[in-house]
């Protein structure tokens, strides 16, 4: 049975109500994607700023052994965004050995972080 010509409606097409719904299931699907791209990105600074920490500590290190260990007792850098603490002591235990620790200290957005790094040696 066919519907009376006044009564006909034009089924071509999408409605308004069809768009939103689909948007919103767009935006709805497509905000997990986005989350997980922020962390990503986020987690990847991170890691950069660790790295170049180890290779201030790894450097600073490096420099008190060409140096002597003895002529670094104790000194504070700011290298960048990253605060260095170096110091030498000699060690505990064993009182022929000299050990050296580098400290480094950088900010992020949840607070500060610091990383330390520590190497022994037997003293001249």
């Given at each position: 049975?066919?519907?009376?010509p006044e009564q006909?409606?034009?089924?071509?097409?999408?409605?308004?109500?069809?768009?939103?719904?689909?948007?919103?299931?767009?935006?709805?699907?497509?905000?997990?994607?986005?989350?997980?791209?922020f962390n990503s990105?986020?987690?990847?600074?991170?890691?950069?700023?660790?790295?170049?920490?180890?290779?201030?500590?790894?450097?600073?290190?490096?420099?008190?052994?060409?140096?002597?260990?003895?002529?670094?007792?104790?000194?504070?850098?700011?290298?960048?965004?990253?605060?260095?603490?170096?110091e030498v002591v000699?060690?505990?235990?064993?009182?022929?050995?000299?050990?050296?620790?580098?400290?480094?200290?950088?900010?992020?957005?949840?607070?500060?972080?610091?990383?330390?790094?520590?190497?022994?040696?037997?003293?001249?």
């Amino acid at each position: 049975m066919q519907r009376p010509p006044e009564q006909q409606v034009n089924e071509k097409g999408f409605s308004l109500i069809e768009t939103l719904i689909v948007m919103t299931v767009l935006a709805i699907s497509i905000l997990p994607l986005v989350s997980t791209q922020f962390n990503s990105r986020r987690a990847i600074t991170e890691a950069d700023r660790e790295t170049q920490a180890m290779q201030i500590a790894v450097e600073q290190v490096e420099m008190a052994r060409m140096r002597g260990f003895g002529s670094a007792i104790q000194d504070s850098i700011q290298d960048g965004n990253y605060e260095v603490l170096v110091e030498v002591v000699p060690d505990t235990l064993n009182p022929f050995l000299e050990e050296v620790r580098v400290i480094v200290n950088w900010e992020t957005g949840s607070g500060t972080k610091s990383m330390a790094l520590a190497s022994k040696r037997a003293g001249r």
